[in-house]
């Protein structure tokens, strides 16, 4: 493909990362299937959305966020109305684009659905597409290339009823100029600090104060209950390093489907594009045209000049940088129109007539021919001895699932009978609690709320059989438990007191703060110590939200001016402004290209905002706001 056609519309992104679409590969159509499972949790145009299709939503959008925050993440995140709301809206919002793409009839053509396909990076090799690795891989899922393409193409006609959306998105250089303006404003100021700590001494707490604090404040105090546990895993990844793929096996599969292993002539071109899609103006199209006419005489008369040509002409910037070099492709990977022109060359160095495609007008050079082979067997057996391994893991793992599932319930008094059973290692965990960081595998919700269930914790008998994450399966067992207790009053005393005269401090800082600023606003000459002048920018990711906004909404009509806020825990700081500035527009700033993006992203947000509001009112979405809550044991 060329390089400016795999490059998505930016603002369409946006609105993908908003609905937070989980088909982007595998999974394409899961947005459309009723999952099973029992109760409805809302419907979209008369089609419910089930719990089980639900909760294989939170259960895939809680691991994207463990993928992205790793040891920070917490599953008691996902643990809250406000989360659970979040994913059934997106589950809605799917819904209602899937419906709106059908009742507008969108279509995708075959052409589009192959130039997809062969951009996806698991489908290539050294950088082009490769038919053997997009049917290996589409094995391995155990999904046919029908059902695959037929999924994508439903993707795809998502992605145009956004496409209709983000053509609507306009920014005006008058509003970019004026948020640029405001954004990168600089102000200069200088500061004194009034801390809590230079308040401390004159504070006098009352007799009591640290008890009656204890007293009203005791689930403050409480430390949660805690327990150690033993557990054993059951996992796909275990049960595949015991098998063994040989060379025998690997053989006899290479010899049973050598068309897997086949790879069709590839092409090596160069080109000059001039854009004009097929729908533009004629004089566009025209002026196009004339223009690669134009190119194409001066290639013709010098052929050695065509990197040069490219370079200085095609607008296919991606290529254009490497004198118009596209790289071996094979077919399939091109649009059609240049797709024929590239394979009818006869050989290297011949240029081709003018080529019109959807993009525009091109020039193509053949720079390379690599004739059809049969990919051999060294080269493959690695690829087919983990696909074996993969397919036959996978097949022994669900075979094992019931009995360990069976063993861990029926003998519940120990994990030592499975563990010997499925020649499984028994660990044992650290402390831990319902929330906060837990050990992996252990941080699944489902396995912590069995693990503090009155059965494991009373009964000391076996968790069920939880699966954590793919292909891995966990039961555990309590070996010690530290039910929830109250700190004494005596070990705690000197930090509520502490805590009790720095909350004091904060306010006598504030009130004196407050009075200070009133008289400088008022014109009172006070002797204070200023610290040294410094540039503030509203831009500054560095500075404090409360901070900012203090000083850039202080009028600065007349300086210097003045204004103040509360450091929360900290005391009062003032500030005296001095000098404000706001830079000249420069439309070849990075930073002004990087505000008027963030602009558009702001509209384009409240653009797909009220597309979807529109959907809610077009098709009826009912909700069961009740579902939403999280269950009472967890």
């Known amino acids: 493909m060329f390089d400016a056609v795999r490059n998505n519309k930016k603002i369409v992104q946006v609105f993908l990362l908003l609905i937070t679409l989980p088909f982007a590969f595998w999974g394409v159509d899961s947005y459309v299937k009723n999952a099973g499972g029992e ?35 917490n599953p008691a995140m996902m643990n809250t109305p406000e989360a659970r709301k979040a994913v059934l809206d997106n589950l809605v919002n799917q819904r209602l684009l899937a419906l709106d793409a059908s009742k507008m009839r969108l279509s995708v053509s075959d052409q589009r659905v192959r130039e997809t396909i062969a951009g996806i990076q698991a489908f290539q090799e050294n950088g082009q597409f490769s038919l053997p690795r997009y049917e290996a891989a589409l094995t391995a899922q155990g999904m046919s290339q029908a059902v695959f393409e037929s999924r994508l193409r439903k993707d795809l006609a998502l992605q145009q009823v956004l496409g209709a959306v983000a053509e609507g998105v306009m920014v005006s250089g008058t509003s970019a100029e004026r948020v640029y303006a405001v954004q990168l404003e600089e102000r200069t100021v200088s500061e004194v600090r009034l801390a809590a700590p230079q308040y401390a001494s004159a504070v006098k707490l009352a007799d009591g104060a640290a008890k009656a604090f204890y007293e009203a404040n005791r689930k403050r105090f409480e430390l949660p209950a805690q327990l150690r546990a033993e557990y054993i895993v059951l996992s796909q990844e275990g049960v595949a390093s015991q098998l063994v793929v040989s060379d025998a096996d690997t053989r006899k ?25 097929k ?21 013709k008369a010098n052929p050695a000049d065509f990197a040069k040509l490219a370079k200085e002409n095609s607008q296919d910037p991606g290529s254009a940088e490497k004198g118009g070099d596209l790289g071996f492709f094979a077919r399939g990977a091109m649009v059609k129109p240049f797709e024929d022109s590239a394979f009818s060359l006869a050989k290297e160095g011949e240029i081709s007539d003018v080529v019109q495609s959807d993009f525009g007008f091109h020039i193509i050079r053949l720079t390379g021919v690599k004739g059809e082979k049969v990919r051999p067997f060294d080269e493959v057996k690695a690829e087919i001895a983990a696909e074996l391994k993969r397919t036959e893991s996978a097949k022994k793992f669900a075979e094992l699932v019931e009995g360990f599932t069976n063993t861990v319930y029926e003998q ?40 503090f269930s009155d059965d494991a914790v009373k009964n000391k008998r076996n968790t069920d059989a939880v699966e954590v994450g793919k292909g891995l399966l966990v039961s555990a067992r309590v070996v010690e438990f530290k039910p929830a207790a109250i700190r004494p009053f005596d070990e705690v005393k000197a930090d509520i007191e502490k805590s009790l005269t720095t909350a004091e401090a904060v306010k006598l800082a504030e009130k004196d703060g407050q009075a200070k600023l009133a008289g400088l606003n008022k014109g009172d000459a006070l002797e204070l110590s200023w610290s040294a002048s410094q540039v503030m920018q509203r831009a500054d990711r560095g500075l404090p939200a409360e901070v900012g906004r203090a000083v850039f909404r202080a009028p600065s009509a007349k300086l210097p001016a003045y204004t103040g806020v509360q450091i929360p825990g900290a005391g009062f700081v003032i500030f005296r402004i001095e000098k404000v500035s706001r830079p000249a527009v420069n439309e070849a700033d990075p930073r002004f290209k990087a505000i008027k993006q963030q602009y558009a992203r702001v509209l384009a947000e409240q653009d797909f905002g009220a597309y979807v509001a529109s959907l809610r009112k077009r098709y009826e979405v009912k909700v069961n706001a009740a579902a939403l809550e999280v269950p009472k044991d967890k």
Request: charged share 30%; net charge neutral.
């Open 39 to 73: 109760g409805d949790l809302a419907s979209v145009g008369g089609t419910p959305i089930k719990a089980a299709e639900f909760q294989q939503a939170l259960q895939e959008q809680q691991e994207r966020m463990r993928a992205a925050m790793g040891a920070n993440f």
């Open 253 to 277: 599969e290479y010899d049973a489907h050598p068309e897997r292993f086949r790879q069709g002539e590839e092409r090596r071109a160069s080109h000059i594009l001039i854009q004009a899609d």
């Open 279 to 299: 729908g533009a103006s004629e004089t566009v199209l025209k002026a196009a045209r004339e223009k690669i006419d134009g190119l194409l005489k001066q290639v």
């Open 412 to 451: 519940a008094d120990s994990l030592k009978p499975a563990a010997d059973k499925f020649k499984l290692q028994t660990q044992t965990s650290e402390w831990i609690g319902r929330e906060g960081k837990v050990q992996q595998p252990l941080n699944n919700e489902k396995l912590i709320a069995a693990l």
